[in-house]
T-cell receptor, first 115, second 107 residues
Framework: EAQVTQNPRYLITVTGKKLTVTCSQNMNHEYMSWYRQDPGLGLRQIYYSMNVEVTDKGDVPEGYKVSRKEKRNFPLILESPSPNQTSLYFC??????????????FGNGTRLTVT | TQLLEQSPQFLSIQEGENLTVYCNSSSVFSSLQWYRQEPGEGPVLLVT?????EVKKLKRLTFQFGDARKDSSLHITAAQPGDTGLYLC???????FGTGTSLTVIP
């Protein structure tokens, strides 16, 4: 089954404790991205990657890191989480970037709480 | 500044009613996509509209892309509780999202 898999689904942590949220897709998609979703603010892009070893900042990259060493994986790293990073996070992938009719496929989300 | 403005932000209606939600921008897009997100899940693509003036139907859902390709609407006929969710529009080739319309259909 074609899918984007995120782990964990739920995560509660404390300020400053490094964490990684994993994301994997099995569709051989070139494009992958991370979003956070907050009430009233919609989906905001954190980082994106157009291919292996190519990553770029989205609209809200501060406090986050990503890597794209393999095509299928795109982990999101919070080196020193803070309470304002409490949010619902989504990983998404697409066949390519900048092409019409190339929709995003989303994972089921990771709800992160930083205390 | 939001690239895509969606309205209304919240909508609560009775089962069987019709409704329309809007996605507007001052920019021109080559395409636009609509997604539905159910609680606890990621958004799922409903439709892509590409041509100005295009109308696409998906069962009781009708999607229209404005002639100038700056706006789009989603009309639901005879809404059902299963239509409840967050409806999001997205620029087809840049992956920017609107803030969404949260729809609740009351049985």
């Amino acid at each position: 089954e074609a899918q984007v898999t995120q782990n964990p689904r739920y995560l509660i942590t404390v300020t400053g404790k490094k964490l990684t949220v994993t994301c994997s897709q099995n569709m051989n998609h070139e494009y992958m991205s991370w979003y956070r979703q907050d009430p009233g603010l919609g989906l905001r892009q954190i980082y994106y990657s157009m291919n292996v070893e190519v990553t770029d900042k989205g609209d809200v990259p501060e406090g986050y890191k990503v890597s794209r060493k393999e095509k299928r994986n795109f982990p999101l790293i919070l080196e020193s989480p803070s309470p304002n990073q409490t949010s619902l996070y989504f990983c998404a992938s697409s066949l390519s970037w900048g092409e019409n009719n190339s929709p995003l496929h989303f994972g089921n989300g990771t709800r992160l709480t930083v205390t | 500044t939001q690239l895509l403005e969606q309205s209304p932000q919240f909508l609560s209606i009775q089962e069987g009613e019709n409704l329309t939600v809007y996605c507007n921008s001052s920019s021109v897009f080559s395409s636009l996509q609509w997604y539905r997100q159910e609680p606890g899940e990621g958004p799922v693509l409903l439709v892509t509209v590409v041509t100005g003036g295009e109308v696409k139907k998906l069962k009781r859902l009708t999607f229209q892309f404005g002639d100038a390709r700056k706006d789009s609407s989603l009309h639901i006929t005879a809404a059902q509780p299963g239509d409840t969710g967050l409806y999001l529009c997205e620029t087809g080739n840049q992956f920017y999202f609107g803030t969404g319309t949260s729809l609740t259909v009351i049985p």
